[in-house]
């Protein structure tokens, strides 16, 4: 099972740039997804973007379409989160996920409940 374990959290102006970095260790599988999701205080949890490892499709939330750009380089195993024109209400925990093992041609989106290993989040704050 792969494990993913994020960094790169911090704080930031509005307009500013943040780079989230997701390092995923273990598992064998040659096709699988990887997520970043976000929790504010009070709300619920919501998909941001996503990949498919193997594969290389991607997928954004409306909300940060244009905006943030989720990669993957696979010779380091890590799934980076570029965000810019960052916004006050893009403020949260940030969380990288993983799902298992999937067949060629699945399309990765933010259904969490796809989503099978979670990391434990880095914080971003973005103040006005």
């Known amino acids: 099972q792969v494990q993913p374990v994020e960094s790169g959290g911090g704080s930031v102006q509005a307009g500013g740039s943040l780079r989230l970095s997701c390092k995923a260790s273990?598992?064998?599988?040659?096709?699988?997804?990887m997520g970043w999701f976000r929790q504010a205080p009070g709300k619920k949890r919501e998909g941001v973007a996503a990949?498919?490892?193997?594969?290389?499709?991607?997928y954004y939330d409306d909300s940060v379409k244009d905006r943030f750009t989720i990669s993957h380089d696979n010779t380091k195993n890590t799934v980076y989160l570029q965000m810019n024109s960052l916004k006050p209400e893009d403020s949260a925990r940030y969380y990288c996920?993983?799902?298992?093992?999937?067949?060629?041609?699945?399309?990765?989106?933010?259904?969490?409940?796809?989503?099978?290993?979670w990391g434990q989040g880095t914080q971003v704050t973005v103040s006005s």
């Open positions: 990949i498919s490892i193997g594969g290389g499709s991607t």
């Open positions: 996920a993983a799902t298992d093992g999937l067949w060629d041609g699945y399309i990765c989106t933010t259904n969490s409940y796809e989503y099978t290993s």
């Open positions: 273990g598992g064998t599988y040659s096709r699988y997804c």
